[in-house]
């Protein structure tokens, strides 16, 4: 049971534009979502996360959005660089510590120059 | 700032063997988790410790693995035998405690860069 979903394995996007990633989840009890990035033969880096009491989370070029009625959340980067290319995770902790992470399969990024 | 160090990077090794990966946590960070990737389950945690002890290992596949901390700045994740279906690349992490009064906030975990098992 993937409780964390993302359902775009891959996405293409031209240099200067935006980029948006989308992640679904099914546990309305996620109360603390994150998004990870991570390049090929490194771990995930921590990228941005959202509170549940929030909808919006901006950080530079990267915002998240948060819908939880529609238990949705995404992650807009603008404008898009080369060096974003990178296979991005949201996660969501799944424990009532929020120590326990649970990822989603993971979005592969290609920023076209 | 020394990130978190995992050993081998790379491993090959043939079934039945026993294999051992390392880790060194961030100093100071009371959580440290082991994960594996591979691409038909993506990433997922196999086990995790608070302050040495094991909290929760209900993802550890089979009794053939183990995992220990015996210090703050040591763990090792062991697979004995190992068998081709464990071909993964293996993640460990580690984040501090949340703060005091930070109740049910996040820190992020910091992982480390991996060691890719291959079992032949």
């Known amino acids: 049971d993937q409780q964390v979903k993302q359902n775009s394995p891959s996405l293409s996007v031209q240099e200067g534009r935006i980029s948006i990633l989308n992640c679904d989840y099914t546990?309305?009890?996620?109360?603390?979502f994150l998004w990870y990035k991570k390049y090929p033969a490194e771990g995930p880096t921590f990228l941005i996360s959202?509170?549940?009491?929030?909808d919006k989370n901006e950080d530079g070029r990267f915002t998240v959005f948060l819908n939880k009625s529609a238990k949705h959340l995404s992650l807009h980067i603008v404008p898009s660089q080369p060096g974003d290319s990178a296979v991005y995770f949201c996660?969501?902790?799944?424990?009532?510590?929020?120590?326990?992470?649970?990822f989603g399969t993971g979005t592969r990024l290609t920023i076209i120059p | 700032d020394a990130g978190v160090i995992q050993s081998p990077r790379h491993e090959v090794t043939e079934m039945g063997q026993e294999v051992t990966l390392r880790c060194k946590p961030i100093?100071?960070?009371?959580?440290l988790f082991w994960y594996r990737q591979t691409m038909m389950r993506g990433l997922e945690l196999l086990i995790y410790?608070?302050?040495?002890?094991?909290?929760?290992d209900s993802g550890m596949p089979e009794d053939r693995f183990s995992a220990k901390m015996p210090n703050a700045s040591f763990s090792t994740l062991k697979i004995q035998p190992s068998e081709p279906r464990d071909s993964a690349v293996y993640f460990c992490?580690?984040?501090?405690?949340?703060?005091?009064?930070?109740?049910?906030?996040?820190?992020?975990?910091?992982f480390g860069d991996g060691t890719r098992l291959s079992i032949l």
């Open positions: 100093s100071g960070h009371d959580y």
């Open positions: 992490a580690s984040s501090p405690s949340r703060g005091q009064g930070n109740w049910g906030s996040n820190q992020p975990q910091h």
């Open positions: 996660a969501a902790p799944s424990n009532f510590g929020n120590e326990k992470l649970t």
């Open positions: 959202i509170s549940s009491i929030k």
């Open positions: 410790f608070n302050n040495n002890v094991p909290i929760d």
């Open positions: 546990n309305s009890m996620f109360d603390y």
